[in-house]
């Protein structure tokens, strides 16, 4: 079945360090990928997406590239901020039916001054 | 849009209460997700609906959970009685099949923190 698997624990940085979250995932077919991010006490929000192969999502200076060759989705930023400070999840939704998603444990990230 | 509204936006109950968790999804979706977040199990999808049928439930923890969508614009879902155990961030989502642009995206509330003594 369509999974998702994000790199274990939690990321410290400080600020305007280059931060990457590592994103993998098992699917069949052609599923879009997505990233979302949870701040501190609020519900999730879609950072962005990507619905093909070689697609670069971006969005608020974070980016990743859909690469079907390697089924990764790495979320990156070159110069973070401690608003950044969040939890991060990668989810997939197949290509046919259902809108479901599958998603990653999430990262919490934390950045500090 | 509003977005999606859910209600209470924090319930403090006693154990063996019943509680009932709303959630108004955006107009025009069609789906819409119940799901559970704890810091033990992360989150969970509890149960989804689409045109207000539901269509998998499996994730449901146990018959103490119910969940109902009477029409396109309402949700709930309820746990009689209540332990401490379910004391979690529920949230409920939805999405539409039918906004090519939108490709299986999905929509969160701001979530119910639910408090069992």
């Known amino acids: 079945g369509n999974s998702v698997t994000q790199m274990e624990g939690p990321v410290t940085l400080s600020e305007e360090a280059f931060l990457t979250i590592n994103c993998t995932y098992t699917?069949?077919?052609?599923?879009?990928l997505f990233w979302y991010v949870q701040y501190p006490g609020e519900g999730l929000q879609l950072l962005l997406k990507a619905t093909k192969a070689d697609d670069k999502g971006s969005n608020k200076g974070f980016e990743a590239t859909y690469r079907k060759e390697t089924t990764s989705f790495h979320l990156e930023k070159g110069s973070v901020q401690v608003s950044d400070s969040a939890v991060y999840f990668c989810?997939?939704?197949?290509?046919?039916?259902?809108?479901?998603?599958?998603f990653g444990k999430g990262n919490q990230v934390v950045v500090i001054p | 849009d509003a977005g999606v509204i859910q209600s209470p936006r924090h319930e403090v109950t006693e154990m063996g209460q019943e509680v009932t968790l709303r959630c108004k999804p955006i107009s025009g979706h069609d789906y819409l997700f119940w799901y559970r977040q704890t810091m033990m199990r992360g989150l969970e999808l509890l149960i989804y609906?689409?045109?207000?049928?539901?269509?998998?439930d499996s994730g449901m923890p146990e018959d103490r959970f119910s969940a109902k969508m009477p029409n396109a614009s309402f949700s709930t879902l309820k746990i009689q009685p209540s332990e401490p155990r379910d004391s979690a961030v529920y949230f409920c989502a939805s999405s539409s099949s039918r906004l090519a642009g939108e490709a299986g995206e999905q929509f969160f509330g701001p979530g119910t923190r639910l408090t069992v003594l």
């Open positions: 699917a069949t077919g052609y599923p879009s």
């Open positions: 609906f689409n045109n207000n049928v539901p269509i998998d």
């Open positions: 989810a997939l939704s197949a290509t046919y039916g259902n809108n479901r998603l599958a």
